[in-house]
């Protein structure tokens, strides 16, 4: 069972930095994903129990009590253990079975849906479907920081990178710095792509929006702006 250091006064022994948790239904089945979720990070590292625990600085023995559940789980040792898995702790002891579906913002008018990821807020993830080729005039390209990583679920994408224009097939994927100037369109017939979006890649998309919206409504038109 996970334990918790005590606050409020300096401790004075090792059983006096530690508290045992009201076993509760709740408690338990953290205390047995936390167990699992140390072995399984330590076979994804394709380490076995006496390399994680000399990097842990523990018995190989009180490690292997730990993933079995014949040992008590202590603050101390799930900092440790965190750290020597190359995560932090509270991933380690992350708990989030009730939240794990999330539906995305609607975007209709420019055909698209965006999903936030909840273990990085700064990035996200798009799906949109378009229907217009790229531009033809460079000066409609757009160029700002971040990166992009983009894959088309079907039909045929054209990317338009700098100078270079590139066709990208259904389930073929494009990874690219985006100040390069670039546009994306459709090459005969509708196509469909999902994006990535670090933060400062969404953001400069955000912009672009606004700034293409701005446009639409000086000109009058309706027309959907090309990215």
């Known amino acids: 069972m996970i334990g918790a250091r005590i606050t409020g006064g300096p401790p004075t022994a090792l059983r006096e930095r530690h508290t045992v948790l009201p076993m509760t239904q709740e408690n338990a089945d953290l ?32 490690l292997s009590r730990i993933e079995n559940g014949r040992r008590r789980l202590a603050l101390d040792q799930l900092v440790t253990l965190a750290r020597a898995l190359d995560t932090s702790l509270d991933q380690l002891v992350e708990n989030a079975s009730d939240d794990v579906v999330t539906s995305p913002v609607i975007d209709g008018v420019h055909g698209l849906m965006r ?77 469909e792509i999902m994006g990535i979006f670090d933060r400062d890649a969404r953001r400069g998309h955000q912009q672009e929006a606004r700034e293409a919206a701005d446009g639409a409504g000086d000109r009058g038109d309706g027309r959907e702006p090309r990215e």
């Not at 971040?146 to 066709?167: D, F, K, P, Y």
């Not at 990874?175 to 090459?187: D, K, L, R, S, V």
């Open 115 to 191: 999903w936030a990821v909840k273990g990085d807020p700064g990035v996200s993830v798009m799906r949109r479907r378009m229907t217009d080729p790229p531009p033809d005039d460079p000066a409609r390209m757009r160029a700002h920081p971040g990166r992009e990583w983009l894959v088309v679920l079907s039909g045929t994408a054209v990317l338009m990178l700098g100078h270079s224009r590139i066709r990208v097939e259904t389930n073929q994927a494009a990874e690219f710095p985006t100040m390069m100037p670039h546009a994306i369109g459709a090459e005969r017939g509708p196509c």
């Open 31 to 62: 205390d047995s994903l936390v167990r699992k979720r140390i072995r399984a990070l330590r076979v994804a590292q394709g380490w076995s129990l006496e390399e994680l625990a000399g990097r842990a600085n523990m018995s190989q023995s009180s």
